[in-house]
């Protein structure tokens, strides 16, 4: 399935064709609009030259950080958000081989496929990955990415679930877009009403 998820081609079409741009797309989601953050890894990749682990976390981190402050700027916050970028690349480097897609395809112990609980332990583990960011990116995978690992819906409820909206695991349109963007909205205003 081709991601839809900027309203960019070139940038959807990176996002679905290299695990590692959806990962650090992930990881820039936050503080910014949801197609900010996955259309940064095509400017990191458009300014870089490069686009795999080992270049990103190789590259020297002054001049990672003007990658993220050139106009448009990949993340509001470059100097913090090209650390957490280098960080996350050398992690990945570290305990996968440098390959995003080793998450959610290297089997577990029994040799089986992994499960949604242990792709969402997997998740949790990398820098910048929370409970929540953890649960919607296995929704995404899930929803959108062919992920098929037994218990994958209850590993990452409530955005699992179908029809609800909630992130950008639910976008596949600008409508879909919308309806996540009006769910949002109205649970930070419920939240204020507390």
Known sequence: MKLQLTGDAAADELLTNNPLALVLGMLLDQQVAMEVAFVGPLKIEQRL????????????????????????????????????????CQQLLDDWGGEASAIWTTPDGSGAGPDGPTVLKRLRALPGFGEQKAKIFLALLGKQCGFEGDGWREASAPYGEEGAFRSVADIVSPETLAKVRETKRAAKAAAKRK
């Open 49 to 88: 030259g490069a686009f795999d682990a080992a270049a990103i976390a190789g590259a020297d981190p002054e001049a990672f950080v003007e990658v993220f402050r050139q106009t448009p700027a990949v993340h509001r916050f470059p100097g913090s958000m090209a650390g957490r970028v280098q960080t996350l």
